[in-house]
């Protein structure tokens, strides 16, 4: 039966919902970027990789992920025993649609002398396609690692990429993807927010364009903005990114004021990420009742994709020594 079918209105969806989180053995994961009331029921909340690596340290036995497909099939990589499911198979992701793997890997053809370091939000596929995966926050200390002369692809976040190119002083190579909530942010109209609240700073995050993190005092991961939202001394802080984390931020901290950057109707509305608003507490309900709909990822092609993770865990643990790594240690086995 699928859902536009059923009439779950008579439901007490929360009660439901940890009923068969116990009788499945289930942890319930939710991104920063879902709405307040999947937030509030999730066992963990944070970042995408953050969640993969606590979820695979558990013993469950299901992993329901509220975000979105690349997320949750990072969790199948890293956590291949356990059954993985997402609530809503179409909560997909811009910067994912962007970089599909036929074209990646044709790309890849074209500079062979050229590493992919290759952000997190992304396929399964292009993962395994990517010699390094880099996260927002791990991604500097990365490209801190690698020979000045190794040519390097950065995909599939252009600002991303534009950002590190600028901060680290490399040129990069960059796919040209985006990701639809960040590019809605208005400069006009951030101006003008500033102006009404002056002093009050700006936490962006790097997928952010230029023109908006040139307004920013603080720019980093979603955690970090957190983070920064938390324990600086302002008492006001505008938020260039998804305005749903701004939950996290009111729960942490009621005394603070938190503000979205806005879009160009001069209000943050537009940038709420339509994928994320994909998962309801009715389709999260579903799926743990149905263990449907399911991640499945072929064992060769996740293989291959946790080697270019383990790449990335190896290297932000501080393990590989600056400039230590090769051309030769760094070639692509795909």
Not at 16 to 26: F, Q, S, T, Y
Not at 279 to 308: F, V
Request: include cysteine; hydrophobic fraction near 40%; proline fraction near 6%.
């Amino acid at each position: 039966m699928t859902m536009q079918n059923e009439n779950l209105s008579g439901l007490d969806l929360r009660t439901e919902i940890d009923r068969l989180r116990k009788e499945r053995n289930a942890i319930i994961l939710a991104h920063y970027y879902q709405k307040p009331e999947i937030q509030d029921i999730a066992d963990f909340v944070g970042d995408s990789l953050e969640l993969s690596r606590k979820a695979a340290e558990t013993d469950a036995d299901v992993i329901a992920f509220c975000g979105v497909k690349f997320m949750a099939e990072t969790a199948k990589i890293l956590s291949p025993e356990k059954i993985v499911v997402l609530p809503d198979l179409d909560a997909g992701c811009s910067l994912e649609d962007s970089c599909p793997p036929d074209k990646f890997k044709a790309f890849r053809e074209e500079h062979p002398d050229h590493i992919a370091l290759t952000y997190i939000n992304c396929s399964a596929a292009v993962k395994a396609l990517s010699d390094i995966i880099v996260t927002s926050s791990s991604a500097e200390m990365i490209l801190d690692q690698l020979p000045k002369d190794q040519k390097i692809i950065f995909a599939p976040d252009k600002h991303l990429g534009g950002y590190m190119a600028r901060k680290t002083g490399r040129d990069m190579l960059l796919w040209p993807g985006v990701c639809i909530v960040h590019e809605k942010f208005s400069e006009t109209e951030l101006i003008k927010l500033k102006a009404e609240h002056p002093g009050a700073p700006v936490a962006a995050h790097p997928e952010c364009p230029a023109h908006i993190l040139d307004h920013a005092d603080h720019v980093g991961s979603t955690s970090s903005i957190l983070k920064f939202a938390k324990e600086s001394d302002y008492d006001t802080v505008i938020i260039a990114t998804e305005p749903h984390i701004i939950h996290q931020m009111e729960k942490a901290v009621p005394e603070k004021t938190f503000i979205g950057a806005p879009g160009a109707d001069g209000n943050c509305n537009c940038n709420i990420c339509p994928y994320m608003a994909l998962n309801t507490m009715e389709k999260l309900y579903i799926a743990l009742r149905d263990l449907e709909p399911r991640i499945e990822l072929d064992e060769e092609l996740r293989l291959q994709a946790k080697k270019s993770l383990d790449r990335m865990l190896e290297m932000s643990s501080g393990t590989v020594g600056k400039g230590d790594l090769g051309p030769t240690d760094l070639a692509h086995k795909g």
